[in-house]
């Protein structure tokens, strides 16, 4: 894995634009052209085959918690754990998933598994790859996302209720709704009938016990890049355990387990002897280099890193009231002061690419850029 500093493409925003990529850049820069990462086919075959491993392991600690009755180590709502169990014994359809890995010299560690609402999918499926084909269109990149994602969206068609297949987020998040409509064109590409409606403008029928999107179509099926964490703490989510439809929602409910940082700690209880696992606790349990997080943030708050028992990097947010983890210290590689993360996408349970983003400082926060990446 090497960092190689190159030229952007000439007026690159205007190319990115044409691929209704409008979040390039915010305050900061997000998107960063002006180097790539490569790698090896051997490196990618070993971030393809931890992912594939991983994604079993995550699948066996979801039995685990469920049979062992371990929800309150989630701080998940003790409404919400026979919908958990339902959606999981049913089988309830789940698309993507994104592993966050710290690779360096030859070890990859995971550091967190974004389960339920992961972003940057767009980015890495399609902008990245626009990227390659004006940059070096013999090389190749980790990248099937976009038609993994259309494939599996064709292989759940007979597996939705009947009707059409609605998509939700928050209203005025251009990111998220950038992400949301470009899952929503592969469920289009897939021949799925498709409506999107922004969470903030679902309606409940109260006499039909149903939701119902703005013009009182009843919504049976749904895609949310929305965390399911929000919801159970609203007044509004709590319809969905009285739901005459019985909606089905994607992600599901059982990815309130994967997409909870508690999830850690089981796995490295369950599987120690895993090469890609890093030692995780509820408490400190003597570590003296960890990193403490909590089960539920996002975007790099609240996250402690301690070394030789002194902290050394710490952030502030609004999380950490459900509770902390404590991951042994495994730091980013640097390169002249830019420290990636390999995001590696899970759909329809099998790996499908990757997608780096990098900061300035070893937490990866939202002030990180998504840099592209091929295959040499």
Not at 81 to 86: A, F, T, V
Not at 128 to 140: A, G, I, P, V
Request: aromatic content about 14%.
């Amino acid at each position: 894995m090497k960092r190689i500093n190159i030229q952007p493409r000439n007026n690159w925003q205007k190319e990115v634009e044409k691929l209704g990529f409008g979040f390039h850049t915010t305050n900061v820069p997000y998107w960063n052209e002006s180097a790539y990462y490569s790698f090896d086919l051997d490196e990618i075959l070993f971030i393809e085959r931890a992912t594939t491993e991983l994604w079993d392991l995550c699948l066996g600690a979801v039995q685990h918690v469920i049979d062992n009755n371990l929800y309150n180590q989630f701080s998940i709502p003790e409404n919400f754990i026979p919908l958990i169990e339902k959606s999981w014994a049913e089988d309830h359809p789940a698309i993507y998933g994104r592993f966050d890995f710290c690779y360096k010299n030859g070890q990859l560690k995971l550091l967190e598994f974004n389960a339920d609402t992961p972003t940057s999918l767009y980015e890495a499926g399609i902008v990245q790859w626009f990227w390659l084909q004006d940059f070096d269109k013999s090389k190749d990149q980790f990248n099937s996302v976009h038609e993994k994602m259309i494939a599996y969206w064709k292989y759940l068609k007979n597996y939705l209720h009947q009707g059409k297949l609605h998509f939700t987020c928050l209203k005025e998040t251009l990111e998220d709704l950038t992400n949301t409509e470009y899952i929503r064109d592969c469920a289009m590409q897939a021949g799925l009938d498709t409506k999107l409606v922004y969470i903030d403008d679902i309606g409940w029928d109260n006499d039909a016990k149903i939701f119902v999107d703005m013009e009182d179509e009843p919504i049976k099926n749904v895609f949310k890049l929305y965390p399911w964490e929000w919801m159970t703490k609203e007044a509004f989510g709590n319809n969905i355990l009285v739901d005459n439809n019985r909606t089905l929602w994607i992600e599901p409910a059982w990815k309130m387990i994967l997409s909870n940082k508690a999830i850690l700690p089981i796995l490295w209880e369950l599987y120690p002897v895993c090469s890609y696992l890093l030692p995780a606790y509820f408490e400190q349990n003597g570590l003296q280099d960890f990193v403490k997080k909590p089960i539920l943030s996002r975007e790099g708050a609240n996250i402690e890193i301690v070394e030789a028992g002194i902290s050394s990097l710490k952030t502030e947010g609004e999380y950490g009231k459900e509770g902390y983890v404590y991951q042994e210290l495994f730091s980013l590689p640097n390169y002249d002061n830019n420290y990636p993360v390999i995001g590696s996408w899970v759909i329809g349970q099998e790996p499908a690419g990757m997608g780096i983003r990098e900061s300035n400082s070893l937490i990866t926060d939202n002030k990180s850029c998504f840099v592209p990446h091929l295959i040499y």
